[in-house]
């Protein structure tokens, strides 16, 4: 039967929330090991939602975040072989002015929420499956702090794309491939893979591993064949935009 990281961290100074988050980045398997032991999420959590709300917010508040927005709604729209209509635009303008208040809105509701489903769901799949005993709160840890990753993609992220004045994402696969015809299959495909995520999948799956003792790459193979089947579909929902 597969056992829970329990002691570790016990037996030593705690980490502190910046010696937590920089571990998680540059040694995840040794930072795990330690939070999982001593499982404290909530300073983590706040910290990745306070970033995002900033930068986030931040951007909206801009003229070009708000031109953005209305850049990439359109953008969206064609993708699924639609254009936006005229009362469609007016609707959007009308949101401009609070798109500041509900983009840092929404990433203080909808980190936590995801944060919290994500960690059902893991607990729901590996203690039955995987004869683990970890606690919620252990598995919550272990999310919460692998959102360090979403920290640097906030700081990395928006502002570039306030530099490119554009929302569509920088880090996708498809950006690196720019010789492909734009709306093929393939196109849309690598462009649903971003390397932030896939860096983030990593980071989980090696707390995962070290939370329950398992070998990291069955875990990280079964991540990413999930994500695959994900941006597949995506891929191909997208696909009425035509060719």
């Known amino acids: 039967m597969s056992t829970t990281t329990e002691d570790s961290g016990r037996t030593t100074a705690r980490m502190g929330l910046i010696s937590r988050l920089v571990g998680t980045l540059t040694s995840p398997g040794a930072t795990f090991a330690r939070v999982a032991g001593d499982p404290r999420p909530l300073g983590m959590l706040l910290l990745v939602m306070l970033v995002s709300a900033v930068f986030i917010g931040g951007f909206f508040s801009t003229e070009v975040g708000r031109q953005a927005f209305m850049d990439e709604q359109a953008r969206r729209m064609e993708a699924f072989g639609r254009q936006m209509s005229p009362q469609q635009q007016r609707g959007m303008e009308m949101m401009l ?99 932030f995520i896939v860096w983030w999948t990593i980071v989980l799956a090696i707390g995962l591993s070290v939370l329950y003792r398992r070998k990291l790459t069955p875990i990280l193979i079964s991540f990413f064949i999930v994500y695959g089947a994900i941006a597949v579909g995506v891929a191909a929902f997208m696909r009425g935009g035509g060719s």
């Open 97 to 195: 002015p609070y798109m500041a208040y509900l983009g840092a809105g929404q990433a203080l509701v909808f980190i936590p929420v995801v944060t919290l489903v994500v960690s059902g769901l893991l607990l729901a799949v590996f203690n039955p499956f995987l004869g683990g005993r970890a606690t919620f709160k252990q598995l919550f840890t272990v999310v919460v702090h692998s959102g360090a990753v979403i920290i640097v993609q906030q700081l990395f992220v928006w502002p570039l794309n306030y530099v490119r004045e554009s929302m569509s994402s920088a880090t996708n696969l498809a950006v690196f491939l720019p010789m492909l015809e734009e709306n093929s299959f393939l196109t849309r495909l690598l462009g649903t893979i971003d390397l």
